[in-house]
């Protein structure tokens, strides 16, 4: 079966290739660097956080992608990023196409989903070409999920956190197909007050994974403001698996 990635790049939006050479770190202190990468139209902007480094060692790194909308800095985003460092675990997070201060234009939830699919391409070989990276995760909020969920199953992904994963509606219905291809860890965290995501959703995604667990959450929102510590669970599962 053709994977959804396949299949949403064939809607008329193809990769675009093109990034900034990874500078290499060959160790040192712990650190937050500024990215830039060329997706063939533009810019994208993230921000690396390495943690520190003995000479000629390698960690993991996982990629934080965003909600629709939204920006690479958003809080629980930006916590994790720190509580990986601190665990020592690389991060890599962008603004998608026309969001925060990446170029273009934001599109309707669906067309960004696809739009945001060939970023994440140019996102992972970017992050795969860092001499100290020892295997990629991801981290999906949202949109996402979506995201990650779909490009996971044609990529060499070790574990993948979804938080909240947007609906696999309409055309992106396939994408629960591209994670029954996906065999790595999975954790999903959804809470039950949520008002965007319904909880079926992320049953939906549970059923859909080989290896996933389901995490719900008490009276936390789609936004996690409530105070549970996602950023933790995050890091916890991915220290274990990342």
């Known amino acids: 079966m053709r994977r959804v990635a396949v299949l949403l ?4 939006l193809a990769v675009l290739s093109g990034c900034s050479s990874p500078a290499p770190l060959a ?3 712990a650190r937050t660097e500024a990215v830039e990468l060329d997706n063939g ?10 943690p520190e480094l003995a000479p000629g060692e390698r960690v993991p790194l996982a990629i934080l992608m965003h909600g629709y909308q939204s920006f690479r800095d958003e809080p629980h985003l930006v916590r994790t990023a720190e509580q990986l460092q601190a665990a020592g675990i690389a991060s890599l997070r962008m603004d998608f196409t026309g969001q ?6 934001v599109g309707s939830l669906g067309d960004m989903a696809v739009v945001e699919l060939a970023d994440s391409q140019i996102i992972y070989d970017y992050a795969a070409g860092l001499d100290f990276v020892d295997g990629i995760s991801i981290v999906g909020y949202s949109l996402g999920g979506l995201v990650a969920a779909a490009f996971a199953g044609d990529h060499e992904v070790n574990a993948l956190v979804l938080l909240a994963p947007a609906p696999t ?3 992106y219905v396939p994408v629960l ?3 029954a291809a996906f065999d790595g860890p999975v954790l999903i965290l959804q809470g039950d007050s949520d008002d965007v995501v319904p909880m079926r959703v992320a049953e939906q995604y549970r059923d859909a ?3 996933a667990e389901l ?3 008490e009276h936390e929102n789609h936004n996690f403001t409530y105070g549970t510590p996602v950023e933790q669970f995050t890091v916890d599962f991915l220290t274990r698996h990342g």
């Open 9 to 12: 790049l064939a809607l008329g």
């Open 27 to 29: 160790g040192g202190s």
């Open 41 to 50: 139209s533009g810019l994208l902007v993230g921000t690396l956080v390495v």
């Open 100 to 105: 925060g201060l990446s170029d273009g234009e």
């Open 169 to 171: 509606y309409g055309v």
């Open 177 to 179: 197909d591209s994670a």
């Open 209 to 211: 994974f080989p290896r």
């Open 215 to 217: 995490q719900v959450l």
